[in-house]
Every structure is written in structure tokens, then in C-alpha cells.
């Protein structure tokens, strides 16, 4: 695992980062996103401030990551509990 340095721009400042080669693709498209997240806001909501922009760019990605995390334990509980009553019917069966 080798690493690599970087440079991004993000609201147009640039940031050198040193990460893992295999990182590489991820962090790029990361970027991306938000470059397209910072570019729709200014358009609709006619911010002028990068800060504003960062801003919301950074609440609709925390809100979509914890969302994520709620659902991702909610399944995880159902799979669990799932998992214990079909124990509960094989030891049933094995007795």
C-alpha cells in the first residue's frame, strides 16, 4: 500500500493530501461531488459566500451519512433478531 500525494481544489482552493494509492479514485470522486454539490447551490440559492456554499454542502453530506448510518443499524437489528428466532426454531428442532 503505497502512498501518493495529491493536489484537489475544492471552492476553488487547493489542497495537497497525502493518501493511499488504492484512496485515490475515492477522494476524486469525493471532490467531484462536491464541486457539483457547491455549484448547485450557487446557482439556486444565489449564495456568493464559498462559506455558505461549504456549508450546506457539508450539512446535506453529514445528513445523508447519518441517514445512512440509521438505516444500516436498523437493518442490522432486523437481521440480528431474524437470525435469533431462526436459531430459536433450529435448537427447537434439535432437542
Known amino acids: 500500500m503505497e502512498d ?10 487547493p489542497y ?3 493518501i493511499k494509492t488504492e484512496e485515490e479514485e475515492v477522494i476524486r470522486k ?3 461531488e462536491i464541486e457539483a454539490r457547491l455549484k448547485d ?4 440559492f444565489n449564495f456568493q459566500d464559498k462559506q ?7 450539512l446535506q453530506f453529514s445528513a445523508t451519512a447519518v441517514k445512512a448510518e440509521k438505516d444500516q443499524s436498523g ?3 432486523s437481521l440480528y433478531a431474524r437470525l ?12
Open 30 to 32: 469525493a471532490v467531484k
Open 52 to 58: 455558505d456554499l461549504l456549508a450546506m454542502a457539508l
Open 41 to 44: 447551490y450557487s446557482e439556486k
Open 16 to 18: 495537497r493530501l497525502k
Open 84 to 95: 435469533k428466532k431462526l436459531d430459536q426454531v433450529l435448537s427447537e428442532q434439535l432437542v
Open 4 to 13: 501518493v500525494t495529491i493536489t484537489v481544489n475544492i471552492a476553488d482552493r
Open 75 to 77: 437493518r442490522e437489528n
